[in-house]
């Protein structure tokens, strides 16, 4: 198989779902490379290559949007035989914050990505993501979409609650918020 | 300033909807400045210029009300602790040396601590079940703030704070109840159960690891992430806020039906001792007062009015007392001087 972007042949398969579709990606070396898919480190041990490919795929799902700059990368880095994680922007190792149960800053979100996600999931009861206000500067569409994800989960709530009223306003405000795309 | 040693806040009146169980409605929002580390990387420079920058903008999103401005770390110990016994900060606010500030209005309703665990903590408190007014306060000042700050945001993750069991809406709905009756009749695990039922927390008069003094509990939700605000509000004003009222006012309604000699009994114990006492401890202070709080909602005493007894409750804490004794007190100096005190407040009829 070639690549989706050149004549070589793709070495890196990958299958995103975004929005609910998925997508098929086949990239060779240099163009996965490109696509912040796999990170050239050499002489790497397996289990770090796959937590870069790891965070590296996190950090495109959760990059925090209001971070002036680039998105910080995390580096593993080896403490006493074992592997820890640090935020790059702030110095702040993983095992620092589980000991305080405080991040150093809003790209910890990003950098500790993989282990801190499953301890957030479990404090915030399974929830993993936000509902409910945007700040304006995200842009309206971003708020209208949040609104009616919001909205559509109320409706299944009122509807599974037989609350048939309410579930019939809500419909409407669904339906006025669609309509103002 | 503000005449706090006449007066508790304003919060604790005893005003509002359903004001004979439901003290207060508290709306508190958590913020970070996007661009600076969170606290806890936070060196003194970045924490002064957090400190300005909120402080300027604070003062712009004021919307109308007086705010202001005060710099703990310049503050006296005995000043900030007072502003805990106000509720105005939290414990952790109140201690330590490091730059930090308080943004207060006149009325202290609005209270926006800036550098606690975040870099703005923003809190409407209310009396009363009064929670889409203090929602609909907090919202319309962090809309205003909103437009000056970008704030810490993710897409998938919403507000970013410095703990992770705030991030999403960064929100904590709290509504503090009275709820002797239930602790009498030994039900206060009903709203235990209730809460928990609700993935809500119980705790105590002074938030997070404090004890439910004179028989106050404040419920709080426990999740940020994945439910919206009005959902969270939602369930405190249709489910959890009316079921808990409800099972206080069935306790209540018993005693008086069924042991109206021992609710009586409390009830004139607690006015004797407040009102003969030479010596009381903050503690035994504030129980007896929740005794006779409830003898005053349900009409079984005449005596003082309710919001004498009200403010009681955070006049006697010590550093309240401290300031209308205008001097350092040691701790049996203290129990000397608040027995005067109340003997002297519910004299005044």
Redesign the interface.
Known sequence: MKCDRCDNPATVHLIEIINGQKIEKHLCEHHAMEEGVTIKVTHSPINELLEKFVLKHTSS????????GAVQQAGPVTTGGETDLVCE????TFSEFRK???????D??TAFGPL?MP??ER????????????????GSD?LRQQRLK?LR??LDKAVAGEQYERAARLRDEVRELESHK | MIQWSEHASPWLRGEGPDSDVVISSRVRLARNVAGFPFLLKAGAAQRRELCQICRAKLLDASMGRTLVWMDLADMPALERQLLVERHLISRQHGQGDKIRGLAVSDDESVAVMVNEEDHIRLQVIYSGMRLADAYRAANAMDDALEKQIDFAFSDKLGYLTACPTNVGTGIRVSVMMHLPALKLTGEIEKVQRAARDMHMAVRGFYGEGTEALGDFYQVSNQTTLGRGEQEILTDFQDQMVPQIVRYEQEARAALAERRPSLLDDRIQRAWAVLTHARLLGSEETLYLLSHLRLGLCMGRIEGPDLQQVNDLFALTGPSHLQRIAGRVLTGSERREFRATFVRQRLSER
Request: aromatic share 4%; charged share 15%; with cysteine.
């Open positions: 799902v959760a990059a925090p949007t209001s971070v002036g922007h702030c110095g702040l305080r149960a405080l991040l150093g800053c809003a910890c979100y801190l301890l957030l404090a915030q009861e399974g929830a993993t993501h936000h509902l409910g206000k945007v700040p304006r500067y995200a971003q919001q989960r109320e």
